[in-house]
């Protein structure tokens, strides 16, 4: 079984596009590129051609170790799992679908919301996006998402490190202080939320979007 557009369509949503390695993590040996494929080294930078190419082959692992558990899956349900398995690993698909009936598997997904010990709310929602599509009748469409209507602009809530890049990994700007007016002309999702002006990156979790 293969992995459907809709499927990809979630990946590559939660996963953001990065056409320079990064460490999402700065404890990791190696970088991340792409849509979230890892074992580059420092510096490298790809085409818009090569990360789709990169995420081809790696969905292949992934479908593979979907596959490989025996189970009667629908499409939407494999997608959900390929899904889950890109961002989570083999191992913690097995121990998953382990022992667990469809509907258990399901609720099981929304405990995979932690990196470490801590709880993100970036991983809360691909969880539930993942559920919700594992769930979901293979002849009924997934709600489509709100888009939301860009640029608009935010107050800061705390003073703010701007960053070079959608990630703490990435090297610090300036401070935006308390109080700071910042334009947001376009979204990054990954972990978190992050507003794009520019050169500039910044968490929209510590700011207050402005009403019209």
């Given at each position: 079984?293969?992995?459907?557009?809709?499927?990809?369509?979630?990946?590559?949503?939660?996963?953001?596009?990065?056409?320079?390695?990064?460490?999402?993590?700065?404890?990791?040996?190696?970088?991340?590129?792409?849509y979230?494929?890892?074992?580059?080294?420092?510096?490298?930078?790809?085409?818009?051609?090569?990360?789709?190419?990169?995420?081809?082959?790696?969905?292949?692992?992934?479908?593979?170790?979907?596959?490989?558990?025996?189970?009667?899956?629908?499409?939407?349900?494999?997608?959900?799992?390929?899904?889950?398995?890109?961002?989570?690993?083999?191992?913690?698909?097995?121990?998953?679908?382990?022992?667990?009936?469809?509907?258990?598997?399901?609720?099981?997904?929304?405990?995979?919301?932690?990196?470490?010990?801590?709880?993100?709310?970036?991983?809360?929602?691909?969880?539930?996006?993942e559920?919700?599509?594992?769930?979901?009748?293979?002849?009924?469409?997934?709600?489509p998402?709100?888009?939301?209507?860009?640029?608009?602009?935010?107050?800061?809530?705390?003073?703010?490190?701007?960053?070079?890049?959608?990630?703490?990994?990435?090297?610090?700007?300036?401070?935006?202080?308390?109080?700071?007016?910042?334009?947001?002309?376009?979204?990054?999702?990954?972990?978190?939320?992050?507003?794009?002006?520019g050169?500039?990156?910044?968490?929209?979790?510590?700011?207050?979007?402005?009403?019209?």
């Amino acid at each position: 079984m293969k992995i459907s557009e809709k499927g990809i369509n979630l990946i590559k949503r939660f996963e953001g596009l990065r056409l320079t390695a990064y460490k999402p993590v700065s404890t990791e040996k190696l970088y991340t590129i792409g849509y979230g494929h890892y074992g580059v080294s420092a510096n490298t930078k790809i085409t818009l051609e090569q990360a789709e190419e990169y995420l081809k082959q790696d969905l292949v692992k992934f479908e593979n170790a979907v596959n490989e558990l025996n189970r009667a899956f629908n499409q939407n349900e494999f997608d959900a799992l390929v899904s889950f398995a890109y961002n989570c690993g083999q191992r913690n698909l097995i121990t998953l679908c382990r022992n667990r009936n469809n509907k258990q598997i399901a609720d099981a997904l929304l405990l995979y919301n932690k990196s470490g010990s801590k709880v993100l709310e970036g991983l809360i929602k691909r969880r539930e996006t993942e559920r919700e599509l594992f769930l979901l009748p293979l002849n009924v469409e997934p709600k489509p998402e709100p888009v939301e209507k860009l640029p608009y602009e935010v107050i800061t809530k705390t003073d703010l490190n701007i960053r070079a890049g959608a990630g703490t990994n990435f090297p610090k700007i300036r401070v935006a202080k308390k109080g700071e007016r910042l334009k947001v002309w376009a979204v990054v999702t990954n972990e978190k939320k992050w507003g794009k002006n520019g050169k500039e990156y910044y968490c929209l979790d510590y700011c207050t979007k402005v009403l019209a």
